[in-house]
């Protein structure tokens, strides 16, 4: 059965899409220049630094230019190969900015080789990229990413570095015409010099330290010039949710959030937002490292959400990024494969207690009826409210506690956390608290509150767990508790269905531990064991499996295979395991005022197990 597309008549998606993914072309021929302009790039740096060959069929034509231009020439090949390089992966991201500035370095790399090193082999190289991207230039359209002024740091950082590394190549470059045995301290200083254009402590015969002068100065500016450039241009700032936005996806929530329980972590408002023609559908995503990353399944109507999935692809299409689908059900892996030809790879479980089913009796739940006996004979009690039923100032103290018992400075969360706590729009929103009387003392600034657990909603009967805290000096066993006082409490507040961790996985984990069990997948479990040391992957299925679940899986979507490694690192990125920010030495810690609670926690020998591994 096909799913009509929304303002489509003709029930199919629009054949640009399907063009766009599977044509062959569109992303063999910005590879092949991606991959040409890296050699050219090579070539153009080597012939800078190489000294030039005197034996070229074109050495007397050159013997009559004058006699700077040599120096120069070397100068700027070595630019033009450094920006080159750079550029490269661009091209194969079909950056149009990327097209524009290779066009005009390709015949400036060209002229300076012929001129240095008299090579017609390399001029001719040039030239045949330089007519293909001409003839291929409506390949060249993507717009820029969003980026940020930190750029100019990291530029400036990596430049200097790689400036240094190649001013040693161009300073080590003419052994013969060094004059002494200048040792390597002599040779670094040398270098530090001329990328700021003053001479060094190295001295060359027969005109060579013009060369190498040129060149190290080259090489500076080009730092200067490229750190410059990113400092001042403007800034494309990350999408973000509007109040509009947010109302609209509201709006979608209220009539269809009861279908994907991650549907509220929708109203992250550090995401973008595509919607259908319609505006009966919606897909909420993150671009990170040029991956656009989509979590859940699309917001809103079955019916409608093709129309937004081609937005979605559209906007990928437009900029050159990577599309991906982080954590959606079954149901909408098998909406996005077949309205876009992309592939499915199932990603783990979610865990869904029905609470209806829920009991503490039974052997089963026996570890669990045990561990929440003995906290609250510790004397701890806990209380489930929504967040509209709190005070300000208990809410306040919620907030400031949750900020405080982050386990990192890292903000952690994308797919399954919302990154608030207590916010207005949010009243539906549960809380579960625990406390120990004994410790009201008025010493603690949060009272006698120990462990908060939150929970957003999941349509009008379900909810869905986001954020786990805990004061560290609570006894073991605070989430337990406070999972089960919630499940107790549900009835109450009208919850039928509690969506908990998602277990990443978890089949192979569970399949490789039990009897008859093939090598292959012993050895897959083997190394998931393994990574468990440094990620929640064990850990999180151990703690789900606690409370008798049923199993929903959970599936990420992607273009192709070799995309996989890719979109892992930028899904990792989003999710605050890995930070490539530039260093902040005078960021202070987040206090009670400023702090944006997240919705991640970095586990502390298992009893800490978040939402989202």
């Not at 080597?46 to 006699?67: I, N, Q, Y």
């Not at 982080?326 to 876009?340: A, D, I, K, N, Q």
């Amino acid at each position: 059965m096909s799913v009509t597309v929304d303002g489509d008549k003709s029930g199919s998606v629009p054949s640009r899409i399907r063009r766009i993914l599977r044509g062959p072309r569109a992303e063999r021929v910005p590879a092949l220049v991606g991959t040409a302009c890296t050699l050219i790039g090579l070539i153009d740096v080597a012939a800078g630094v190489v000294p030039r060959f005197r034996t070229s069929r074109v050495h007397a034509l050159a013997e009559v230019l004058p006699g700077t231009l040599g120096p120069l020439s070397a100068a700027l090949s070595l630019s033009a190969g450094v920006l080159l390089l750079l550029l490269a992966h661009g091209l194969k991201r079909h950056k149009r900015r990327a097209w524009r500035a290779a066009v005009v370095l390709l015949p400036a790399g060209a002229a300076a080789q012929f001129v240095y090193r008299h090579s017609v082999i390399g001029v001719l190289f040039s030239l045949l990229l330089l007519a293909l991207l001409l003839r291929h230039r409506d390949q060249f359209a993507a717009l820029p990413d969003p980026r940020s002024r930190w750029k100019a740091l990291a530029n400036f950082v990596l430049m200097g570095a790689g400036s240094i590394a190649l001013g040693l190549l161009v300073v080590s470059a003419h052994p013969g015409k060094v004059v002494g045995s200048p040792g390597l301290s002599e040779r670094l200083e040398h270098v530090v010099y001329g990328l700021f254009g003053v001479e060094g402590p190295v001295a060359y015969r027969g005109g060579v330290d013009w060369t190498v002068g040129y060149s190290l100065g080259a090489l500076g500016l080009l730092t200067a010039i490229t750190t410059i450039y990113l400092a001042f241009r403007p800034e494309h700032p990350v999408a973000r949710l509007t109040e509009d936005d947010e109302a609209r996806l509201r709006a979608l929530l209220a009539r269809h959030g009861g279908r994907d329980s991650l549907g509220h972590f929708a109203l992250r408002r550090d995401k973008g937002v595509v919607f259908s023609p319609s505006g009966k559908a919606a897909v909420c995503y993150r671009v990170v490292s040029g991956v656009m990353l989509a979590s859940g399944d699309p917001i809103g109507d079955v019916e409608a959400w093709p129309g937004a999935i081609e937005r979605f692809m559209d906007e990928a299409k437009a900029h050159s990024w990577t599309p991906a689908v982080m954590g959606c059900s079954e149901t909408g892996g098998e909406v996005w494969t077949r309205e876009t030809g992309l592939d499915a790879l199932e990603l783990g479980d979610e865990a869904v207690v029905d609470v209806a089913d829920f009991s503490l009796t039974g052997r089963a739940m026996r570890n669990v009826r045990q561990m929440v006996k003995r906290i609250e004979r510790n004397g701890y009690e806990t209380r489930v409210r929504r967040v509209r039923d709190l005070s300000d100032g208990e809410l306040e103290r919620v907030r400031r506690a949750a900020a405080d018992w982050r386990g990192t400075d890292t903000e952690r969360g994308f797919s399954m956390a919302l990154g608030r706590i207590g916010d207005p729009s949010d009243g539906d929103a549960v809380i579960a608290t625990a406390h120990k009387a004994d410790d009201a003392s008025g010493t603690s600034p949060y009272g006698d509150l120990k462990a908060i657990i939150h929970f957003v909603p999941w349509g009008t009967d379900g909810m869905s767990l986001e954020l786990m805290r805990r004061d560290r000096s609570a006894d073991p066993g605070m989430n337990e508790l406070l999972i089960v006082a919630a499940l107790q409490a549900s009835p109450r507040l009208g919850i039928e269905r509690v969506s908990l961790n998602f277990a990443m996985f978890r089949s192979a984990l569970a399949r490789g531990e039990k009897l008859g069990a093939g090598p292959v997948l012993r050895v897959w479990r083997g190394l998931l064991v393994f990574l468990s040391r440094w990620f929640q992957i064990e850990s999180l299925y151990k703690f789900n499996a606690k409370f008798q679940p049923r199993w929903e899986p959970r599936f990420v979507v992607y273009r192709n295979s070799r995309d996989l490694p890719r979109i892992g690192f930028a899904a990792m990125q989003a999710e605050g395991f890995v930070n490539l920010a530039p260093p902040r030495p005078f960021r202070r810690r987040a206090t009670a005022a400023t702090a944006r609670p997240c919705a991640h926690l970095t586990p502390a020998r298992g009893d800490h197990e978040v939402r989202a591994a």
